[in-house]
């Protein structure tokens, strides 16, 4: 009897959405609340502390923040984390499972990217930016480059290897990269995805350039977007 009540109460207490046995009913009860995917963007490249993840979320609430992450902690797809001295703080970062819903994230991307009301020139965090351009690499437009390139976004910097048509990112300081791009993720996305030449976005301020110029040129045209849905 004991056993039994037990059983019912943690039954009644868990939150459910849906009474749906569907994959896709349990992927919106694990990060279908506001706020939970895009958390889960921020930790694609690596760990961040609670107030780097606040700053990345424009319009996120501390409280909103910390029952987001609890909630995942407690489905198992992030965990906390405390860095050694001389850090000794706190980080969150994705499990393995965690890192498995990339693929997921970026054909969910590529979707909504088509939708008429899709407007690149918003605001979108440093993360969003690499996340996108592993999401809209093209593998044509790619073909044969072989490249390191270094971006400081920011507060942020990255590392990031193109090769065989596919772009690896590390949260790193750029180190023997052949080229170099300081800017935004607003002002870089107006580049890739605005159409901006880079010598116009050099004299409005969005980008400065170190190293290879060629490369970064033909850098910024490898992301084209899918064409926008038109009802037949």
């Not at 459910?16 to 992927?27: E, I, L, N, S």
Request: charged share 25%.
């Amino acid at each position: 009897m004991k056993l039994e009540k037990m059983t019912k109460q943690e039954k009644t207490s868990e939150k459910r959405w849906y009474d749906d046995a569907c994959g896709t009913a349990m992927a919106l009860e694990l990060v279908g609340e506001r706020w939970s995917l895009l958390i889960v963007r921020e930790l694609m490249f690596g760990g961040r502390r609670f107030g780097e993840l606040k700053a990345a979320l424009n319009g996120i609430s501390a409280n909103v923040l910390t029952q987001r992450l609890e909630g995942m902690e407690a489905a198992g797809i992030l965990k906390k984390r405390k860095l050694p001295p001389p850090a000794s703080v706190q980080i969150y970062e994705l499990t393995p499972w965690g890192y498995e819903s990339e693929t997921a994230i970026q054909e969910l991307g590529r979707w909504a990217t088509r939708s008429p009301a899709h407007d690149p020139s918003l605001p979108l965090s440093a993360a969003s930016l690499m996340l996108s351009f592993r999401t809209m690499l093209s593998a044509e437009r790619s073909a044969g480059m072989v490249a390191r390139i270094g971006f400081r976004l920011g507060e942020e910097v990255f590392t990031t290897e193109l090769a065989n048509s596919s772009f690896q990112v590390i949260r790193a300081e750029p180190v023997d990269a052949d080229v170099v791009f300081t800017s935004t993720p607003r002002g870089f996305a107006a580049l890739t995805y605005g159409g901006v030449p880079i010598a116009e976005g050099e004299r409005l301020g969005l980008v400065a350039i170190e190293g290879d110029r060629s490369l970064a040129e033909r850098f910024v045209t490898l992301f084209p977007l899918p064409p926008k849905w038109t009802e037949a």
